[in-house]
């Protein structure tokens, strides 16, 4: 990745104001995270993406997937904090937890909202299950050995498939994200692979035991 002032330079030569604010992090490979400028007015970077920045702010959170997996085995499901790019050459897509939205729209009103559907967010309430317990059911899940296996074909065709959870999140979902966040630098700062195995292993149980009320 260029270094500021080489990015910087071309910018201002072509009458595009310095911003301070989109000088951000950013997850350029798992674990490594370096600083950039986002440009919004040039293709700096790649194609001009203006729903995407707005999206990558303080406390918002993502998980990383692909349509499909190049590869034999199945290893998607990063989990980061900060803009992210070229996890895999460019193939990954990234999910935020919560859009946020000026409020130019008359349908919409400023402010962050989680990113489910209407369907979704009602299932969750019939559970008394928050946003965040589906995002971190969903990451345990990707992480379950059993679940990448008894999927393997299918992950190779097409997006990852969670099952909704039957029952209240366990909270050990959440320490998935601990094992599988790409924003960390230090290994020291990230949890042992056996307690997010055992997460994930736990959260894909509970799908399988009732998977008759876990829809696709």
């Known amino acids: 990745m260029a270094a500021p002032y080489q990015t910087l330079a071309p910018a201002a030569e072509l009458g595009f104001p310095f911003l301070p604010a989109h000088v951000v992090r950013c997850c350029y490979r798992p674990f490594d995270v370096r600083w950039l400028y986002w440009e919004p007015e040039t293709k700096l970077l790649d194609e001009k993406r203006s729903d995407y920045f707005p999206q990558v702010f303080e406390g918002n959170i993502w998980i990383e997937a692909r349509q499909k997996q190049t590869q034999e085995k199945f290893d998607r499901g990063f989990f980061t904090r900060y803009l992210a790019d070229n996890f895999g050459n460019g193939l990954s897509t990234f999910f935020p937890l919560h859009l946020r939205s000026d409020g130019s729209s008359l349908l919409e009103a400023a402010g962050a909202r989680p990113n489910l559907s209407e369907a979704a967010g009602a299932y969750l309430a019939r559970l008394g299950a928050e946003p965040e317990d589906l995002f971190y ?71 399988s035991t009732a998977r008759r009320r876990c829809p696709a």
Do not use: F, I, K
């Open 137 to 207: 059911h969903a990451l345990a899940v990707l992480h379950a050995s059993a679940y990448r296996s008894e999927n393997a074909g299918a992950l190779r065709q097409e997006w990852p498939r969670v099952p909704l959870p039957g029952w209240g999140v366990d909270a050990a979902s959440r320490r998935v994200s601990d094992g599988v966040d790409a924003t960390s630098s230090s290994r020291s700062t990230r949890r042992d692979a056996a307690s997010t195995l055992r997460a994930s292993a736990a959260a894909w149980r509970r799908c």
